[in-house]
T-cell receptor, first 112, second 112 residues
Framework: DAKTTQPTSMDCAEGRAANLPCNHS???????VYWYRQIHSQGPQYIIH???NNETNEMASLIITEDRKSSTLILPHATLRDTAVYYC?????????????FGTGTRLTVIP | DAGVIQSPRHEVTEMGQEVTLRCKPISGHDYLFWYRQTMMRGLELLIY????????DSGMPEDRFSAKMPNASFSTLKIQPSEPRDSAVYFC??????????FGPGTRLTVL
């Protein structure tokens, strides 16, 4: 699975959009981009995933560049409850090798 | 649905004792995963099951660790004998497909 690079930490003002970048320059054509987050003292939580088209759900939007070498997770109106570590994961979907490698992620702090 | 249920939430034991962690996955999910999280090593996949069958146990650290899934609604992770370096938060996750995993609240294990 391709390696990802994320900033160690970011701050965002409450109510503003939080844009979390992820670089995955070695991504293969059949690898998806997944985002999970982990709020303090809780288990990781699935947010969204995509292959090459932009995706949106009730939690967030995922923007993937045309060359697929990077992506951005967007939380449109960040709240204090969005303070968490956000993990960008790249892997082939629906394969027997099922390891989600979480890496170190980005620690997002939403500031009142 | 109550989500993934883990018990106990906290466990404190002495070195050499047997420890059993329990997990009830979300009903209908065919995949079950056991992870371990520490500050030093982050989140690591230990083992996962598909339809109650262990598929990949390459992450199990050593023979002291064993996992079972006797039926679709119950799994255990056992450590015998436990050692202080086993202290960590152990997460169970389940999913209907391999990628969108739903995590439980975790069991915080402390081995003295």
């Amino acid at each position: 699975d391709a390696k990802t690079t994320q900033p160690t930490s970011m701050d965002c003002a409450e109510g503003r959009a939080a844009n979390l970048p992820c670089n995955h320059s070695t991504i293969s054509g059949n690898e998806y981009v997944y985002w999970y987050r982990q709020i303090h003292s809780q288990g990781p939580q699935y947010i969204i995933h995509g292959l090459k088209n932009n995706e949106t759900n009730e939690m967030a939007s995922l923007i993937i560049t045309e060359d697929r070498k990077s992506s951005t997770l967007i939380l449109p109106h960040a709240t204090l409850r969005d303070t968490a570590v956000y993990y960008c994961i790249v892997r082939v979907a629906e394969t027997g090798a099922n390891n989600l490698f979480f890496g170190t992620g980005t620690r997002l702090t939403v500031i009142p | 649905d109550a989500g993934v249920i883990q018990s106990p939430r906290h466990e404190v034991t002495e070195m050499g004792q047997e420890v059993t962690l329990r997990c009830k996955p979300i009903s209908g999910h065919d995949y079950l995963f056991w992870y371990r999280q520490t500050m030093m090593r982050g989140l690591e996949l230990l083992i996962y099951f598909n339809n109650n069958v262990p598929i990949d146990d390459s992450g199990m650290p050593e023979d002291r660790f064993s996992a079972k899934m006797p039926n679709a609604s119950f799994s255990t992770l056992k450590i015998q004998p436990s050692e202080p370096r086993d202290s960590a938060v152990y997460f169970c996750a389940s999913s209907p497909v391999p990628d969108t995993q739903y995590f439980g609240p975790g069991t915080r294990l402390t081995v003295l």
